[in-house]
């Protein structure tokens, strides 16, 4: 892909092909995937900053703390 091809489609605001985005990927060593998703292993474009760093914090609690925050959860839900 050429620098014109890709300062166009940034420029137009056009949607690339899957072709095109397998390549961008390619180059820059990354999957589709992962370009989908922060360096957490997060789908940044669906969810808040907040529940970001909700998610966050959640992977980093010992597995007993992560169970408690689940419960507590299932309380709030059920009101």
């Known amino acids: 892909m050429t620098q014109s091809t890709l300062s166009n489609m940034f420029k137009r605001g056009t949607n690339p092909s899957i072709s095109t985005l397998q390549g961008l990927c390619s ?12 360096e957490n ?5 669906t969810l808040s900053l907040d529940e970001t ?20 959860l299932d309380l709030v839900e059920d009101k």
Do not use: C, M, Q, T
């Open 53 to 72: 760093k909700l998610i966050r914090s959640y992977r980093k609690l010992s597995p007993g703390k992560k169970e408690s925050v689940r419960n507590l």
């Open 27 to 38: 180059a820059f060593g990354v999957s589709l995937e992962e370009l989908f998703h922060d």
């Open 41 to 45: 292993g997060i789908e940044s474009n």
